[in-house]
């Protein structure tokens, strides 16, 4: 939800006629009272709103100006931080006691902040619209009976978007995207592969599937394969029935099942040549993207957080295919994004009040009436359907995905440290340098260390 975590989400697809939630229920078709708002409250004052996604910065911004129509006493601000410094910045910005008032928040960095009080309870004072809130997304952030944010974002699954001109060049149909399967070591059940082969091409004019065909001079790549969480290697893991982390949240991926599915990616990368090299993308989260909406990636692997980026930046015709199947299916992570209040704001009234509104149907609305996102708050979620409706786009790809099976979303008290303990180790395994079971164990051994597991 683009980067290691989904940088909408997540961990961070949405909805079709309405996309799933991340227990797999179906919200927009859920039932909710019209929920309270903070309109004509009595608080005044600034309250500003830290968040890492520009698109949602954008529907925020409307959304806070009809909020200070009805309580005039009240200036919202937001703040941009891009995602690659988000959870750095919060963290110092939280211990030194300059955070903002409000700000968004993802599952896998929640409970450091709950340990040590930072954060707002979301108490009875949001009862009225709690009713409103995609459940999963309610209990993903909810630690020890208390909610420790409102909901706002919610994701389905994970699934490929395509250029159907490179597709029509290589004479593929997108149908012939359905139902792809890949196999750990390749081999005769593997469809995936000679798929991507056909659609990347060298600088020659070779496909990847052609006698003399030279990969380390790419004109275009097939697939967008890289260090990406919840966009690749999650749902590689997942689809082959292993796991990232166990029921106790120690870090588990140097697993048989996980070696297979991160040797699957690496030899994509590496070996193929059918994606961007890791020197690429190991440090730039947008890279695959961008390549894609240049016409030079022909499928890029994501969610729905990139459904406005594709719509609004494609000069092409594309369009959504299932995400490929491993051994044990097709399976992704889903996620929801929270929008959490600083217990230390120096406004705690009007933080509320805005809260509240931003939990409200009223003031979710326009996340999804501009197509940013799907709106965690049921009531603001037929604006979603009815956008992409309205551009003749059907996101109900990811919708089916989130309905399966998935694998769950990374979590856990020191989260931060182990990330930043595995992520250079990780780093030399996508560039071939360090044999990937090798690798994955030394970077297992360090997460765990710095995690305290």
Known sequence: MTSQLSRRTFMTGLAGAALIGAAGCSPAQQQASSPATASGSAASGTVTVRLWDEQVQKAYDESFAEFSKQNP?????????????????????????????IFMMNGSYLQPYVTSGSLL???????????????????????????????????????????????????ITPEQLTGLVWAPGGGDTDTLLPILQKLTVDSAGKRGDESGFNGAKPKQWGY?????????????????????????????????ASVAAFQYIVDLINKWKVSPAASNTNDNGDFTRDQFLQ???????????????????????????????????????????????????????????????????????????????????????????????????????????????????????????????????????FLGRTPVAEGLQKAQDAANKAAGS
């Open 224 to 256: 967008s394969a890289a260090q990406d969480l919840q966009g690749i290697y999650y749902n590689f893991i997942g689809s082959n029935g292993g796991q990232f982390q166990d029921e106790s949240g120690a870090f588990v991926f140097a697993s048989d």
């Open 121 to 171: 309870e979301i108490g009875s004072d949001f009862d009225a619209q709690k009713a409103d809130w995609v459940q999963p997304a309610v209990e993903q952030y909810t630690r020890d009976g208390k909610l420790w944010g409102v909901p706002q974002l919610t994701d389905g699954g994970i699934a490929m978007y395509y250029n159907k001109e490179l597709l029509d060049d290589a004479g």
């Open 73 to 101: 006493g009240i200036t919202v601000k937001t703040v941009l931080v891009p995602w690659a410094d988000y959870f750095t910045k919060l963290r110092t910005d939280v211990s030194g006691g300059n955070a903002d008032d």
């Open 295 to 429: 016409g030079k990636i022909a499928l890029f692997q994501s969610g729905v957080y990139n459904l406005k980026n594709v719509s609004d930046g494609a000069k092409f015709e594309w369009g959504i295919a299932p995400l490929p199947a491993g051994p044990a299916g097709a399976i992704s992570v889903v996620n929801s994004v929270i929008v959490s209040g600083n217990a230390k704001s120096k406004n705690p009234d009007a933080t509320k009040a805005v809260l509240q509104w931003l939990g409200s149907g009223d003031g979710a609305k326009f996340i999804g009436s501009s197509g940013a996102a799907m709106p965690a708050v049921i009531s603001a979620q037929q604006g979603f359907t009815d956008y992409w409706a309205g551009k003749d786009v059907d996101p109900s790809q990811f919708a089916k995905q989130g309905a399966m099976p998935s694998i769950s979303a990374p979590a856990g008290e020191n989260y931060g440290a182990a990330f930043s303990a595995w992520k250079p180790i990780f780093n030399e395994i």
